[in-house]
């Protein structure tokens, strides 16, 4: 930052910064100066490198655009912490993001360089405290995916998109996207299906090919109060090959927190039990879920399940295995006793 650039051009592109665009009366309002000076303050931050257009309009304004050079950045001590922070954790436990780890260590040596020797003691003892877990993984996605797929949430714009499904199907989508979410590893894509005339989710791995089709679309409103909850409603009313209702003697507010159910699949019987539905696409995936249960809990075939009795006998069979490999593997622990 030049060691020149006033206070009050400061206040100027930190608000700038922080929202899309800005009228010349709400800027002169914020700072208390006149339209001439904002004007002035403005053309002086361009001759600095920094991209501020103007915009068309009844009142015309501001905004900050994406430049041809990375102009200086304007971060308050704890932005700068927390932003050497992120990129840390970026270069030690990846991202999910296919080849970001590679450009997080060279944006974390370039803003190192510029930290005060303050800041920069904070953020290398966070490092040398901090031990990456190295058997931990997840998807990848594709940043310039996900950059694309974000600004066309942010901007309302339609995509257009290849996408493959769960049974290995491939076919062109096209949608508006609200937002992205994550989730269990994966990265997820929460739009409205133009074609299909519905709301949807969309695998990011899955969706290749994204272009956005310069075509800006009013906001519609999600069938949910919030992207997350939206997104766990519909993997939980997603079909599984195999399902089983648990009844728990804890109330659902603590079993959903103890075993890290979706919402929608816990559903309290009284204020002292609770029902469960569990539900995977592998017996060994629905057993790991059962391991997290209390013992006294008791079991039933999910009602309205669209699990086959095909599918309900091979899981009733993979939990007897997994039953039996738990007590062998008691009875090595104390003998031959039972």
Not at 66 to 89: K, R
Not at 165 to 178: F, I, K, Q, S, V
Not at 302 to 328: D, G, N
């Amino acid at each position: 930052m030049p060691q020149d650039l006033p206070g009050r051009m400061l206040r100027l592109l930190s608000l700038l910064q922080t929202r899309r665009e800005w009228t010349g009366a709400e800027l002169s309002e914020r700072l208390g100066v006149t339209l001439r000076t904002i004007r002035r303050d403005i053309d002086r931050l361009r001759d600095l490198g920094y991209p501020v257009e103007a915009t068309t309009g009844h009142h015309g304004g501001y905004r900050l655009a994406a430049g041809a050079d990375l102009p200086p950045l304007l971060l308050d001590d704890e932005e700068a912490v927390a932003m050497a922070v992120v990129l840390a954790t970026a270069t030690a436990y990846g991202t999910g993001l296919t080849g970001v780890e590679d450009s997080a260590v060279r944006a974390l040596a370039k803003l190192r360089h510029v930290l005060p020797a303050r800041l920069r003691h904070q953020v290398d003892a966070l490092q040398n405290a901090t031990t990456p877990v190295s058997w931990t993984t997840g998807a990848r996605a594709d940043p310039a995916v996900l950059a694309t797929l974000a600004t066309a949430c942010r901007d309302h714009e339609t995509v257009t998109f290849t996408y493959t499904t769960h049974d290995g199907t491939t076919g062109p989508r096209r949608a508006e996207p609200h937002a992205l979410v994550t989730a269990a590893g994966y990265w997820y894509l929460i739009a409205y299906d133009t074609d299909r005339t519905e709301w949807r989710t969309f695998r990011i791995d899955r969706l290749t090919e994204p272009a956005p089709t310069g075509r800006r679309t009013a906001p519609r409103e999600l069938p949910a109060p919030d992207p997350a909850t939206y997104l766990a409603q519909r993997i939980a009313a997603a079909p599984t090959r195999y399902t089983l209702r648990a009844t728990v003697p804890a109330d659902a507010a603590a079993e959903y927190a103890r075993t890290w159910s979706l919402p929608d699949r816990v559903h309290p019987v009284d204020d002292r039990t609770s029902a469960i539905e569990l539900a995977a696409d592998s017996p060994h995936q629905l057993a790991a879920q059962l391991l997290r249960l209390d013992p006294t809990s008791t079991f039933e075939q999910a009602r309205e399940s669209a699990v086959s009795a095909e599918s309900a006998v091979e899981l009733a069979a993979q939990l007897e295995e997994s039953a039996q490999l738990l007590l062998r593997a008691a009875r090595a622990l104390t003998g031959d006793s039972p």
